[in-house]
C-alpha cells in the first residue's frame, strides 16, 4: 500500500491506475459503489457527451442552472491548470484537503478489490468513484456530468438516472475505442439516452442522427434537436469578441451574447440554454432572458480560443481532432482572414493529425509550424524529428519543442499578426500554464 499524505501524493495515486480497460461491464465499478453504499444513487445528473463541445456545453448549463439558483456540480476532463478542476460545486474547484481525504478513504478499498477482481479499477473509473463520494459527502440539486470517452460503456454512464442527456456533436475521434465510423461513433454515444428522459441533440451528421433517431424512438426519449426543434442563428457584433445570437423554436430569445468566438460556441449555448430550460422545469424553477445574460457573462473556458496576451496576441485552442480544426478554420476564415495567423501546432501521435494539418495548412494567411511538446502521462505526442521525410511536411516548419518553434516566430513576425498555439488539449494546458508562470 502506497503512502498517500499529500494532495500531491493523492492525485499520483489516480494517475497510477491503469489507462484503458473498456469492456462491456460495470463490474468493477458497481462493485466498488455497492461497498461504498452507491453514493451515485444520491444524486440527480445532467449527462453530457460528445466529439467536440461537451466541455463548454457543461459549463454553460452548470451557470445557467446557477444563475437560476440551483446547487449545482460539475464534473469534466481534461483538466487545464490543476487537476482539481475535474469536480467543481458553487464553492469552485474541490479543495486539496477534501481530495486528499477522498482518495485516503477510496485507496485501501480500491487495493482490496484488485485482490479479487480480474482487472483493478482504471484511472478514470476510480476518479468517477471519487466525485460521486464528494458529492454525496457535498450535496447538490443536481451534477452536470461530462463523458469521458463514447457513451454506452463510459464509467459516468452507471448513474441509474437523469433528468436529461445531451450530445452536443458527433465526429471521427477515439476510433480505436468507439468504431471507425460515424454511425458506429454515434451508437456509443447513444448509449447515454435513458428511457423516457429527454435528449437534446447538437448539429449532428445526417447519418449520426438517424442512429439517434432509431435509440429514441425505441427508448420512448422526446428528442430536442438543434435545427428542428429549435434552432440559433447568429447576429452582428459590431466590434464585439464573442458571439451574439438569438434562438428560436422551443425556447425563444431574441439578443442574448455569449463571450466566446466560434459560431460552433452559439451552437453549444443553444444547446446549454434547451437543456437547461428543461432542468428549470423539472425543479419547477423559471429560465429568464435575464438569467441567461447574467450567466453566459460568467462563462470562460480556458484553450477554447482564449487570448492570453496582447503584446504579441497570442490565442489558445485546444482543437484536438479532425471535427475541431474545422470548427477553428471556420473562425479563422471568417474572424481573422486579414492577419498572418502563426500557428504552432502539437499533437498526440495516435490523432489524425496529417488531416488536422491539411486543413490549417488550407489557409492562405497561415504560417504552420509543428513543434514537440511534454506529452502527459502513457501518451505519445508527435516528434516533429521523425516527419522530416513525410509528404505533408512540405512548406510546414519543424521545431523539436514549442518554445524554439515561438521564438522563431516572435522573431520575425509582424506588429498585426497573431501567433495560435493549437492541437492537443494537453499541449496548449502546458502552454498556458508557462505563460501563467511567466506572469
Known amino acids: 500500500m502506497v503512502k498517500i499524505e499529500t494532495v500531491k501524493d493523492a492525485i499520483n495515486y489516480i494517475h497510477g491506475r491503469h489507462k484503458w480497460s473498456k469492456t462491456p461491464t460495470f ?11 452507491h453514493p451515485e444513487k444520491q444524486l440527480q445528473y445532467v449527462h453530457v457527451t460528445g466529439t467536440n463541445g461537451k466541455g463548454s456545453t457543461s459549463k454553460m448549463i452548470a451557470q445557467l442552472l446557477r444563475a437560476s439558483g440551483l446547487k449545482v456540480g460539475l464534473f469534466t476532463s481534461p483538466y487545464i491548470l490543476k487537476f482539481n478542476e475535474r469536480i467543481q460545486d458553487d464553492q469552485g474547484n474541490i479543495k486539496d484537503d477534501d481530495l486528499l481525504h477522498l ?20 484511472e478514470f473509473e476510480t476518479l468517477t468513484v471519487l466525485m460521486f463520494m464528494y458529492f454525496s459527502e457535498h450535496p447538490v440539486d443536481v451534477v452536470v456530468l461530462e463523458v469521458g470517452v463514447g457513451g454506452t460503456w463510459d ?18 475521434d477515439h476510433m480505436h475505442v468507439l468504431g471507425n465510423t460515424i454511425a458506429q461513433i454515434a451508437t456509443q454515444k447513444a448509449g447515454i ?41 447568429a447576429l452582428p457584433n459590431i466590434g464585439e469578441r464573442g458571439e451574439r445570437f438569438q434562438i428560436t423554436g422551443t425556447i425563444n430569445y431574441q439578443n442574448l451574447f455569449v463571450d466566446l468566438i466560434g459560431r460552433y460556441q452559439i451552437d453549444n449555448a443553444a444547446v446549454a440554454i434547451q437543456t437547461a430550460q428543461i432542468v428549470c422545469e423539472h425543479f419547477d424553477r423559471s429560465l429568464t432572458e435575464t438569467i441567461i445574460m447574467s450567466a453566459l457573462k460568467t462563462v470562460t473556458w480556458p484553450v477554447r480560443f482564449e487570448k492570453i496576451a496582447n503584446d504579441p496576441e497570442i490565442i489558445l485552442d485546444g482543437a484536438h481532432n479532425e471535427p475541431g480544426v474545422k470548427a477553428l478554420v471556420e473562425t479563422l476564415r471568417t474572424r481573422f482572414s486579414t ?27 497561415v504560417d504552420l509550424h509543428i513543434v514537440g511538446f511534454q506529452g502527459p502521462n502513457n501518451r505519445e505526442p508527435i516528434d516533429p524529428k521523425n516527419l522530416a521525410k513525410d509528404k505533408i511536411m512540405n512548406d510546414i516548419t519543424l521545431h523539436k519543442n514549442w518554445q524554439t518553434g515561438y521564438e522563431t516566430v516572435t522573431s520575425q513576425m509582424h506588429a498585426d499578426d497573431l501567433i495560435l498555439f493549437t492541437g492537443s488539449l494537453y499541449f496548449v494546458s502546458e502552454v498556458r500554464q508557462a505563460f501563467s508562470i511567466l506572469d
Not at 27 to 37: F, H, K, T, W
Not at 108 to 118: A, G, R, S, V, Y
Open 339 to 365: 492577419r498572418t495567423i502563426h500557428v504552432l501546432f502539437g499533437a498526440l501521435s495516435d490523432k489524425n493529425y496529417p488531416k488536422m494539418l491539411q486543413l490549417l495548412n488550407e489557409l492562405p494567411n
Open 155 to 172: 464509467s459516468t454512464t452507471v448513474i441509474p438516472d437523469k433528468i436529461a442527456a445531451v450530445i452536443t456533436t458527433v465526429g471521427l
Open 103 to 122: 482518495v485516503q478513504k477510496l485507496a485501501p478499498i480500491i487495493d482490496e478489490f484488485d485482490k479479487q477482481l480480474t482487472t483493478g479499477l482504471t
Open 193 to 233: 439516452i435513458q428511457r423516457q428522459r429527454p435528449v437534446v441533440i447538437g448539429r449532428l451528421p445526417e447519418e449520426a442522427n438517424h442512429v439517434l433517431d432509431t435509440v429514441a424512438t425505441a427508448m420512448g426519449a422526446p428528442i430536442y434537436r438543434l435545427g428542428e426543434q429549435f434552432d440559433v442563428t
Open 27 to 37: 463490474e468493477r465499478l458497481n462493485s466498488i459503489l455497492a461497498y461504498l453504499g
